[in-house]
């Protein structure tokens, strides 16, 4: 606005320095007239060959841990820059870095911290550089487009020691079992040797091939925890970090974590859209494909836990331990818990009451009797202080 009443001024004082024929007149309006050109021009000379570069310390990329981010600011023009602004466009929630400062012949160095407010893929950039010239006239502004993208993982909380090596008990979790314990699986054929029994012998292959061929074998791969989780769009509620979806997956990264550590298996299987199966990995390295999975998953799935098919797949899945992380308040899935117990087959339910987080229903009580281990998870809680009930009861 500033600039169209000095644009007009100039014109009004020309068109009367015309009609009077006032020198004085015309120097002022092509001073004016000089200077609008002057701070037209300035910004776009002083913008080009503007540098940032933003060098990202990401730490330990997962909700709730700190980063820090380090600007470096330099023009490589020959003209003052005053006045230059730096915007961050990266949307991070209680995260602005951004910064006015006044550009010579060295960089300008700042580094801003923030925590993570939210898991999933973060974008760092792109980067708004805006140039003024010292009369506040007129604005160039310059869009940068390096980006730094974070993978942020689930918070990753202390819980009790619910999985210990098969020699332990824990509670009242029967003993999880030995390898030796699930059949093996046949992986191929080799030339027979003396000294295998003649139940290894593949006759098919040995009449086909004209000498005794015997089969080899390979011990399934076996979890020591199947972890189920409820994804379930309709189970869901709260929002934010203070809802039972990211208690939830908070929950299932913090249990794999833990049984990882102890240096045993844990896959998992989700009721969200795809029916994601993860299994784990055969050369028994703590990859990260668990936790990646959890840092991008959604509450997309349309089927209630009773009716999803992880069920079946528990069913002709080798297993130790089975530990579902629902807050659906639907007693069926009980039933469909109960029918993958087999021998040696150890229960856990953690079970989010979606009241404490805002849901609307009915008193709900429920037991899942003494064989298997129910943790009731509620708003606020902290889960290294989860301890092991009998039964659900909601009080209103």
């Known amino acids: 606005m500033t600039r169209v009443v000095l644009a007009g001024g100039i014109g009004v004082l020309l068109f009367l320095a ?45 909700v709730g841990e700190p980063f820090e981010e380090t600007f470096s600011v330099q023009k490589g023009s020959a003209v003052p820059a ?15 870095p951004g910064r006015v400062v006044s550009l010579g012949k060295r960089p300008v160095i700042w580094s801003s911290q923030g925590v993570y407010q939210q898991r999933g893929r973060v974008h760092f950039g792109p980067t708004q550089v805006v140039v003024s010239e010292p009369f506040g006239l007129f604005r160039r502004q310059v869009r940068l487009e390096a980006l730094d993208d974070v993978l942020v993982y689930p918070r990753i909380w202390p819980l009790p020691e619910l999985v210990v090596p098969a020699s332990h008990h824990a509670g009242i979790v029967p003993r999880t079992g030995n390898w030796s314990d699930y059949p093996p699986e046949s992986s191929g054929v080799r030339d027979y040797s003396p000294g295998d029994s003649f139940g290894r012998i593949h006759w098919a292959l040995s009449h086909r091939h004209g000498r005794l061929m015997s089969k080899t074998f390979e011990q399934p791969l076996t979890a020591d925890v199947w972890v189920v989780l ?21 929950l299932a990264a913090s249990l794999c974590v833990q049984v990882q550590e102890h240096g045993r298996q844990v896959g998992l299987i989700a009721t969200d859209e795809r029916a994601t199966l993860i299994e784990p990995s055969r050369t028994g390295r703590k990859d990260r494909a668990l936790l990646d999975y959890l840092a991008l998953c959604r509450a997309d799935g349309r089927l209630q836990l009773a009716r999803a098919g992880v069920w079946e797949k528990l069913r002709r899945l080798p297993r130790r331990a089975v530990a579902v992380i629902t807050p659906s308040a639907d007693p069926a899935w009980l039933g469909s818990l109960q029918s993958v117990r087999a021998p040696g087959t150890a229960l856990i339910v953690f079970y989010l009451d979606a009241c404490s ?18 943790y009731v998870v ?19």
């Open 82 to 96: 005053p006045w230059v602004e730096v915007q961050d466009l990266s949307g991070l929630r209680d995260y602005q």
């Open 18 to 62: 015309y009609l009077t024929a006032i020198r004085p007149a015309f120097a002022v309006a092509y001073a004016l007239g000089g200077l609008l050109l002057l701070a037209w021009a300035w910004p776009r000379a002083a913008a080009r060959g503007i540098r940032v570069h933003r060098s990202l310390d990401a730490g330990r990329a997962s």
């Open 357 to 374: 987080f805002g849901a609307a229903g009915s008193n709900l009580s429920f037991d899942l009797g003494s064989e298997t281990e129910l």
């Open 230 to 250: 409820d994804l379930d769009r309709g189970v869901h509620h709260g929002e934010g970090l203070e809802s039972t979806l990211e208690y939830a997956i908070s």
């Open 378 to 396: 509620r708003r606020g809680d902290d889960f290294s202080r989860l301890v092991s009930t009998r039964d659900a009861v909601r009080l209103v």
